[in-house]
T-cell receptor
Framework: DAKTTQPPSMDCAEGRAANLPCNHS???????VYWYRQIHSQGPQYIIH???NNETNEMASLIITEDRKSSTLILPHATLRDTAVYYC????????????FGKGTKLTVNP | GAGVSQTPSNKVTEKGKYVELRCDPI?????LYWYRQSLGQGPEFLIY????????DSGLPNDRFFAVRPEGSVSTLKIQRTERGDSAVYLC?????????FGQGTRLTVV
């Protein structure tokens, strides 16, 4: 079962920042937080991952709270092409390698 | 190749028939995963290979489902005596370290 909780849907205006929350209150010390997204009719796409420090790459930023029980994915300037389902996943790097997907958040970027 | 390739992209089969779905991972990726996705749901884990061996097959729903990866590269997901409930998009992903890369999937329809 997925170890994360996400809102089922969110809206964002084009050009504004999209902040997608995720709760993972049962996360353990060796588990990482991963974010993927799935654009309609495509396979999931890796976005970013982190353990406890905030992370940034060319796609997004990941903010993890100090207690690691929640995180936020930030798309700094959302475009219409960012409309997708976003999945927050907790994964044990040292154990089973599988990614367990929940239902994710459907982000709609509006013009 | 440039990415994970799955063939066929679409497969329609009659109930009770046998089907094979093929996955060509990114060259050099040692890990390979199979997922299936029903409409409106997140991807559901089926099986994970590390090299030639199945490291975790806990997601295979029953003994009609079987997957192989004989040379540690291409993998085939095999479904015997297909049922209408097997209709879904079957996704394959490969990984070398962090971040799994997914193919576009095979849409299987059992009629």
């Amino acid at each position: 079962d997925a170890k994360t909780t996400q809102p089922p849907s969110m809206d964002c205006a084009e050009g504004r920042a999209a902040n997608l929350p995720c709760n993972h209150s049962t996360i353990s010390g060796n588990e990482y937080v991963y974010w993927y997204r799935q654009i309609h009719s495509q396979g999931p796409q890796y976005i970013i991952h982190g353990l406890k420090n905030n992370e940034t790459n060319e796609m997004a930023s990941l903010i993890i709270t100090e207690d690691r029980k929640s995180s936020t994915l930030i798309l700094p300037h959302a475009t219409l092409r960012d409309t997708a389902v976003y999945y927050c996943i907790v994964r044990d790097q040292g154990g089973s390698e599988k990614l367990v997907f929940g239902k994710g958040t459907k982000l709609t970027v509006n013009p | 190749g440039a990415g994970v390739s799955q063939t066929p992209s679409n497969k329609v089969t009659e109930k009770g028939k046998y089907v094979e779905l093929r996955c060509d991972p990114i060259s050099g990726h040692t890990a390979l995963y199979w997922y299936r996705q029903s409409l409106g749901q997140g991807p559901e884990f089926l099986i994970y290979f590390q090299g030639t061996g199945a490291a975790d097959d806990s997601g295979l729903p029953n003994d009609r489902f079987f997957a192989v990866r004989p040379e540690g590269s291409v993998s085939t997901l095999k479904i015997q005596r297909t049922e209408r409930g097997d209709s879904a998009v079957y996704l394959c992903a490969s990984s070398l370290s962090v971040g799994a890369f997914f193919g576009q999937g095979t849409r299987l329809t059992v009629v």
